[in-house]
């Protein structure tokens, strides 16, 4: 069974040291589940026993697409409007609990793990559907418009529903659950799943354009970032401005899984801060 890790806030002992893993670069930053506490989290309008983790924003300089929260609902909590920018698409990733999702005229009921993209201009509602606590994952970003191609539509699946595609030669070690058609080019944003077996690895330095946010649901691994070894696990977030090398392998005893976002499919603007 698939495990997901879900921040839980709290403040540590006064008896406890300060230093941690917790770095901020020109090229990457790291937030480890650690410094996810409870003074760190915000409150956004028209939402009800919610609290949220923003893990990343747009920064000019550094990454400049997307924003990602991480969202905890009380019981009965949840918001009739929760999304105010008509541009914006989002991805919702369940951890924990149950989530009632109202999408496109439908009520849909996702567990963890389940997964639903929200087109630019949806009405939708969501609410938690269980009597504790519901983590999800909220990415948003401002969706792309190019004439003559339509905007994709709202759908919900899960990770369960979705098979795993492995990396060419890796034997299944290395492997991608892809919730959009990468030939899809309605698409700007694909927010997926990687899995690394134990002892899998990442065999190159990965140098691109894309941005990056990756959040450890399950397992350890070691990071090479730019020119820095960085050890993680399940609950840190790695944050990646365009063109910062990365590479990894997976260690521990079980799977090393990570939920993705990175930008795709889009012409590059021609101005610094022109999207």
Known sequence: MAKYFSPTGGLPPQSDLSTGRAAFTPAYAVIPHGVMRDIVTSKLPFWTGMRAWVIARPMTGFAETFSHYIVELEPGGGSERP????????????????????????EH????????????????QLHNASDDRCTFHWVRKAYETVDG?????????????????AMPDTDGGWATTRFVDPDDLRHDMHVNIVTLQPGAVIPFLETHVMEHGLYVLQGKGVYQLNKDWVEVEAGDYMWLRAFCPQSCYAGGPEPFRYLLYKDVNRHMPLRPGGR
Do not use: N
């Open 109 to 124: 009921l996702l567990e963890a793990g389940g997964y639903a993209y929200i087109a630019p201009g949806e009405d939708w």
């Open 83 to 106: 999304e105010l920018a008509e541009e914006a698409q989002g991805v919702v990733f369940v951890t924990a609990g149950r989530l009632k999702l109202h999408l496109d005229g439908r």
């Open 149 to 165: 191609l339509p905007m994709p539509a709202s759908f919900v699946t899960s990770d369960a529903e979705v098979e795993p595609i």
